[in-house]
DNA sequence: GTCACGATGTATCGGACCGATACATCGCAC
DNA sequence: GTGCGATGTATCGGTCCGATACATCGTGAC
């Protein structure tokens, strides 16, 4: 999951790996907690040893002077390869059980502006069965096992319920959106309705390129 | 986490780990899947190591034949001990940061039936303000990072933040009925209202008992 | 002027948990 | 009688987290 992420965030554009987490932290706040360097920083090296990114050179201010004195270790500047959006384009498409679980889904989606329309389709579509099931299952417990669990564990299983029917209206409306229409632009109560003029929407036919 | 979940499991009754995890999968469906045998398996050997499990004869039916022949290596039931109830109590009381996470909560609250008022009510209070907090900050991200994030990004955090708000009224209920009520019934749209005649609602008072 | 503090920045280590896998038993349907 | 799904215990490698360490830089308080 994680090589997925900065493997798309790197395609944005150069970054180190202070820059990587943040970016990632920003794109990702809904669906999980910022990530840690404890698993940064020896993905960070995994991809490199895979040749799916490389050490760029630091932006060096030096115009002239101190060229190196203190060793000059300082930020390091990873970037993608050939390889490396090869690779991204290979995890986005293909998908295993762990591409709707919570996170996985997540991460996918969140870089559905790289994704080509019937990947998306296919995505939203196995994570609403997965939802479905999960929503099944506490349908079940609420209505088989009720009296053998307490007031408290009934609530949190009602709570866990309601954002299980709610999800799946959520995917319903993005499915319908991407089968015949173009942007996600789910209708919302509260706040701001549909925005554009960002710089990376997808133009309505594909947006992987294979080729530069 | 798992320490807590099974210690608290199996203050209900013994069981073996098959066992274990399927009652563990009902009470916790809502927030996370199936417990991994990989983790189960390990966590029990560590409890028993420290004291907190033991292992029980395995309702034997041997009436009389086959004492042992085949080595016997059947079901091993598992039973709590005195020190796995204090253990217990402690992590239940004693609240970190990871209290307050998805999991962390999910599992606290589960076991709230086996937990004081005021534990109930400064865990329901420390997860709002973790809430919170992560509604704040995708609110920030909706509103001063919107333009430099694709429109599905966007549609992610809204989704992200819809649920957040939905939460913390959640927990509102749950507080307010906490602070001047008792159990928790929160009002429902959908199904089913408040149920009683479980086996397990806390008498108003205290529940928890050091003392047997 | 200096110096404390928060931000930026790289890095490691132990531990928690998962997913795949292996293997053995039991009941029952075909 | 046999295959198959549920029950049951167990290990292994890998991913990711949380704590920790340490170094630099800008800025505002004193």
Known sequence: MLDLAILGLLQES??????????????????????????LYPTLRRLQAA????????????????PALT?????????????GK?????????AGPETYDDTGF????????????????RI??????KIEERREGLRDVLGRAAERLDAYTLELQRHGLDACERE???LEELIANERSGRAPTVPHTGTAGGRRDNDSPPPPGESRSERP
Chains 1, 2 share one sequence.
Not at 71 to 83: D, H, Q
Not at 106 to 120: E, I, K, L, M, S
């Open 86 to 94: 090869e690779r991204f384009a290979q995890l986005i498409a293909q």
């Open 14 to 39: 150069p970054m180190h790996g202070y820059e990587i987490r943040k970016e990632l932290t920003a794109k990702l706040g809904a669906i999980r907690a910022a990530i840690s360097y404890g698993s």
């Open 168 to 170: 799946v209206r959520w």
């Open 106 to 121: 997540g991460v996918h989606f969140a870089f559905f502006a790289r994704t080509d329309q019937a990947t998306r389709l």
């Open 71 to 83: 060793s000059r270790r300082g930020r390091v500047v990873y970037e993608i390869t050939a390889e």
């Open 124 to 129: 939203l579509e196995g994570r609403r069965r």
């Open 51 to 66: 040749g799916w990114i490389t050490e760029a050179a630091d932006t060096p201010v030096t115009t002239e002077e101190v």
